[in-house]
């Protein structure tokens, strides 16, 4: 029997949420329809996203992208993609205790990602960030001198508690994943305070570099199939925003 | 055998997220102790939190309450939780389809809690609301406007496709429970908006009142075990972020 195509449903160029789910796909080696990449020809583009979003989509309604398509199941919510593709390719922990831990920390790091977020977008994202820069310099201040500090020392203490290899159980999983996703992702958005943030988490960084060279990621990534961040996602460079040299 | 206690970690004298777990316990009809609200003679109290955040108790990590402590299982993060829970009280679909929708809805719900928080505080927990009035002024009109109109149709249309009786499957789940409380903070902080954004979903305010009306949970919502209210947690009533009259 062939198998079911997996098809992702995530706006096209630029990364955000979606190259969560990406690299799941991408390390365990899986074919996969990029629908949002794919033309309009071909019933896919930015009008195959609008059209998930205002729900004219058969299967289960999302409320926004990514989300996934796997035969007649339709779901949505990075997390939940995340962990059903995981658990069927060898990525996450399949028995009860580390599988809710790993929900938990996958959990925690999408609050992080959404305070990311947040920094350029802190008034609503219904307006331009030109429109709430100023708030954005201020929220960009708080976040990277009382949050992203904590939310390091905890992943940092995690992966220490669980032995220093990896976050979760006894084999990388969709957590390291999306824990190396994030790091690279703060690194873009904040070149200066990541540098320092990370001065305390040497083992977050290890990590790092260990996933980025997991051989089906390390050729995804070299790939024109990554896309780079720009200042249209989650993960956004703008200078004024990062800690001051 | 004794049945081993579910232990609530959270913040006393708030609602807040620990509100969206003893609901499940209480129409569930289980006994839990709520750590938060012993006092410190018992280990309890606001110290027993401070304890959980400083990473000093026993047990995977948590970076924010609630916390559940089940026997030697520790947990975080309000949607594992309440899916925990609910899986072993009658109060979760238990296929995978289903289990997977009632998480994608569940997370989209937290999604409009945060967003319901941060009308509040766009520019960081680590301020006062008086420090960042001005911005969540313009914060809250805009998640009135463009944000809470997009998720009430959204849940709304979820409910309808659902056949209008509950959100998932066949059996109320904590889904809707999470719904009804989510419907009640927002009908508490901003009662003119409420009441113009449900003139568009009827269905969702039946089904507010049928899960406020089940026995237990009716029970537990006039006792002295429900918080009000105020203005410490993620709902808060400030006039100044409601709709204009």
Redesign the interface.
């Known amino acids: 029997m062939a198998e079911v195509p997996y098809e992702l449903f995530y706006w096209p160029g630029l990364p955000g949420r979606g190259e969560y789910v990406r690299l799941i796909l991408e390390d365990a080696g899986v074919p996969y329809v990029d629908r949002g990449r794919q033309s309009a020809e071909e019933g896919g583009g930015i009008e195959a996203i609008v059209a998930l979003i205002e729900?004219r989509l058969p299967g289960?309604?999302?409320?926004a992208p990514p989300a996934l398509k796997h035969g007649d199941?339709m779901?949505?919510?990075t997390?939940?993609i995340c962990r059903?593709l995981a658990r069927r390719h060898g990525l996450a922990p399949l028995d009860e205790?580390h599988d809710?831990?790993a929900?938990?920390l996958q959990?925690?790091i999408a609050?992080l990602v959404?305070e990311v977020h947040?920094t350029h977008h802190?008034?609503?994202?219904?307006?331009f960030y030109e429109q709430q820069k100023g708030?954005a310099v201020?929220?960009a201040r708080?976040?990277l001198?009382?949050?992203l500090p904590?939310?390091i020392d905890?992943f940092a203490?995690?992966l220490d508690?669980n032995g220093g290899d990896v976050l979760v159980g006894s084999e990388v999983s969709y957590v390291d994943l999306a824990m190396f996703q994030t790091l690279v992702g703060i690194g873009y958005a904040f070149p200066r305070g990541y540098a320092e943030v990370m001065e305390r988490a040497p083992g977050l960084s290890a990590l790092r570099a260990r996933i980025e060279a997991r051989p089906r990621l390390s050729a995804y990534l070299s790939s024109a199939r990554r896309l780079p961040f720009n200042e249209d996602g989650v993960f956004r460079r703008y200078p004024e925003l990062d800690r001051p040299e």
């Open positions: 729900g289960f309604a999302a409320y199941l779901i949505a919510q997390a939940v059903y205790v809710l831990h929900q938990q959990l925690t609050d959404k947040d802190p008034i609503g994202t219904s307006l708030e201020t929220a708080n976040f001198k009382h949050r904590r939310f905890y203490d995690v508690a």
